[in-house]
């Protein structure tokens, strides 16, 4: 607001734009950047009435002479808990006007996805049928995930910020789109967590996305976005107007002296000063000590119709009907519309097509404030009763009913609860809201005493997947004080759910403490009722490696008992394998996960939703134990009913599970987007034990797919996060940054990150398997150390001088083989061939043959343990040393041959390149990447030979962008070839491509 304008803010004004050089050189910049170089994300930081609208005015009329398209909306003041409001109002005109081309550019499945948010594509019952199957941008697919509504774990959200980016890029085009989101610190947790995810995952295309906020008024999270996108990160401090700018502002019609005096009473501020030039006959004795002030004495110039009319269009809503504004004014249409040519007249509100918008926030908050508080009530009820007249969904009617519901109002609860529930799976914070709503309007009485425990329960539910886990624990724990004292099955469940949400807050003391102290007032602790609170003590045992204390809790334990119910004993059945393979009895923990797979395989689905905890640790022991097909099955079809059941704590750690299984038999495009997605729905659960668990296999999984920096990154943060300390999970983590270190050649770093993760082999607090890993990765980096020690003394061996480097690296190389050959299982034959493949690498400077033929041994028993990208570790080691060894030219070609397929088919880019170029120096010839090798595979897929190269390169995790690049081909080509893959593979998203290309 620098200018004085007429004209609707979001289109920008004709009237010259005083001072802000530095700002506008900053947009320019900033239009310039999304052009060249793609997604650029722009925040005007400022206080109210700054001038961060004109600025966005002026940057969209700079869009629209460039030819991007500008979309322009922004969240309201009154309106905070309305789901994705700002996104809506930008979107749903433009959607809603070219709704079958949009359905045909991102096909009809992200269309339905999308349409539960934006009503512009929601036309006739929703997108067009018959539309071809919806393509994925960046990963942004339907998904092989069940239906939206299906998905009552609140991290369906991530689906759909996934199908607004990939939207995003759609609309964007080769042209251009500038998204313009104004008043930020007013929006709902859904657009703020989408704004948080599109930093992070840019759009493909030149996308400029800008968002205007208040800094003492905007979440953390909206403060810190343009540093989280780097280095398309731009941010704008709108600041005051200085006074030679105030007087270029108000024109030589203004004195000098009257000028100085506005500038001080404004401290120039656009706006407040522009709410006082418009006081010409006022002594500047006598000006409004605040803007609110300054705008009440505007308002008091109109006439009562006029303010009438404009206080019920505060109520109705930011950009208003004039209908709806008549019915809570109460007056004839007739008289509404005449009042609004005053509004309009005085520049109170502004015309926005067939609907009205105030010209500032600011000055829809003074005229609400002006109205009298119970005559608000009113207007809200009346306006409430409006929609439920015009059959207005619940979502729609809610926000006027909260603001009008009168205690033990039994209608306004139930369009409350029906709203929550409707908004529950992309907008759990707005369910909460409303949920919250429901229970302050209902009687603290007996008759409604059930109803009531069942809502608190569905509201600490909704707070705990909407990243209020604090909240939905205290909610749990004021459930628990509600529950009469002898309720002893109902209270072990909501201990039960406090304590997994502790868990989730790192705050596993007080954890075990609530259920100690809730089995201690049961008269029989060893009732059925008390089993699910000892198995959540089982769990928190383990978690701390704690075994012996988890198996003294099992002992006591039957097996079942009559008065179970339904599930508890296939519980109990999954979490004994795990103490049993931690105190290596290795034939009990086969035994009991051959029991607990059996009870698991005959009991359906609902007998399962109450047990997942327990159930998860039967599939990471299963994959612990190697056997990979048993715990990808379980893990997926925990994973459904964990969706489907609204466990988000548990889903989360079940798709880092998996990813984490996915690496081992090294399906790496599977385990990147499996544990992507693990490490986005923790984010939006802020839970940091979750967080750590996902970036762990993330870490990994980037790692062993050759991109080293962003392992290293994922890596970094988990143990950055600094919870679970003494726990295995945070050791995990520690172990999987030292591995990224090590493969990225940061062999000294790694050592010591590996070493400090295992404890140095004292009392590590790593499984097994992950134990003898470390012991062949020291062994490597050992081994692969041309000069220099190791910090400290390892297991007696003392590091010597620069001149005994390197023979001291070869033994301390056999040691970490000596070590691992302990530490092996031959009950568990996908552990079997680290230890030989350890002695390989000891072996490969004295005595290359001997290194061979271990290696070879290695590739034969990681292979025959399914874990294919270590067995072609193992020939890529043993080609290595057939090379060094005399007569060895030919094995060594073998075994990078077939190293080289090995790492073709898991994806791993950068271990495929290495081998490629010792081939190369043997004169081999080997094609340029996947595409080329496999183009004689497109018939057998159906696909054409150029769909085949880009599935291929899709399936090793590149993004659309990346593809184009790689294949000289425009993105919109690669996401149409992307189409047409999707429909003859008959699958819907990218890590379905990467699945059927390995089948």
Known sequence: MDGRTTGPVVTGTSTPLVGRRDALAALRSAMAASRRDGFQFLALAGEPGAGKTRLLGELAAMAGGDGFTPLWGRAAEYEQMLPYSALVDALDDHLDA?????????????????????????????????????????????????????????????????????????????????????????????????????????????????????????????????????PRGHEVVVGPLSAAEVR???????????????????????????????????????????????????????????????QAAAVAADEFEPAVAAVAAEVPPAVTLAALDELVERDIVRSAGGRFRFRHPLVRRAVYESAAAGWRLGAHARIAAHLAELGASATVQAHHVEHSGSFGDRRAVEVLVEAARAVTAHAPATSAHWLQAALRLMPDDAAAREERLALMLELSWAQGISGRLAEGRDTARELLRMLPDDDYPRRGRAARVCALMERQLDRPQEARALLLDELSRMPNPRAAAAVPMRMRLVAESM??????????????????????????????????PMPALAARRIDDALRYADIAGKLLADAPDEHL???LDAIAWLCWAESYLGRYGDALRHFDRAAAVARSTGQTYILTNLLAGRAKTLVATGRLAEARATAEESVEC???????????????????????????????????????????????????ARYARGQALVNAGRFAEGVEAVLDACNRFDSPRVDPGTLLQACEALAYADASRETGAVAGAVIG?????????????????????????????????????????????ALSREDPSAAAGAAEEAAHALAAGERRLDAGRALLTAGLAHLRAPGGRSRARENLRAAAEVFDSCGARALKARTERELRRLGVRVGGGATTAASGEAARFGLSPRELEVALLVAEGLTNQQVAERLFLSVRTVETHLSRIFAKLEVTSRVGVATALTR
Do not use: K
């Open 682 to 732: 923790a984010r939006l659960l802020d839970s940091g034990q979750q967080l750590v668990f996902a970036l762990t296999q993330l870490c990994l999984a980037e790692s062993w797919s050759g991109d080293d920096e962003a392992a290293i990154r994922a890596g970094e943060e988990a143990v950055r996060c600094g919870v679970g300390a003494g726990e295995t999970w945070e050791a995990t």
């Open 98 to 230: 070219r709704r079958e081309e949009v359905v045909r550019s991102v096909g009809a499945g992200q269309a339905a996805l999308l349409s539960g948010v934006f009503p512009g594509l929601a036309a006739d019952g929703g997108p067009t049928a018959g539309t071809a199957a919806g393509t994925a941008a960046d990963g942004a697919g339907a998904g092989d995930e069940p239906a939206l509504a299906d998905d009552r774990s609140g991290l369906a959200r991530y689906r759909l910020y996934r199908a607004v980016r990939h939207l995003v890029g759609t609309l964007a085009g080769p042209t251009g789109l500038l998204l313009v989101l104004d008043d930020v610190h007013w929006a709902d947790d859904g657009t703020i967590e989408f704004l948080d995810h599109v930093v992070r995952h840019p759009p493909a295309g030149p996308v400029l996305m800008a968002v205007a906020f208040r800094p003492a008024q905007a979440a953390p999270r909206v403060a810190r976005l343009a540093a989280a996108a780097g």
């Open 543 to 576: 978690m701390r490696v704690d075994f012996r204390a988890a198996q003294a809790v099992l002992d006591l334990m039957p097996d079942n008992a009559d008065d179970w119910e339904p599930g508890l004993a296939v519980a109990v059945a999954a979490l004994r």
């Open 797 to 841: 061996i003392v590091a010597g001088t620069e001149a005994d480097a390197e023979a001291e690296a070869g033994a301390r190389a056999g040691q970490w083989a000596a070590l691992a050959v302990r530490l092996e299982e031959p009950r568990l034959p996908a552990y079997c061939g680290f230890a030989a493949l350890a002695r390989a690498h």
């Open 248 to 310: 270029q502002f108000l024109g030589p019609r203004v004195s000098r002296g009257r000028s100085m005096a506005l500038y001080e009473a404004s401290g120039g501020n656009p706006f407040y000063l522009e709410a006082l030039a418009r006081m010409d006959g006022t002594d500047v004795t006598e000006l409004p000590p605040t803007v609110l002030a300054a705008l009440q004495v505007e308002l008091g110039d109109l006439s009562p119709g006029a303010l009438l009319v404009a």
């Open 609 to 611: 939703s109450e047990w």
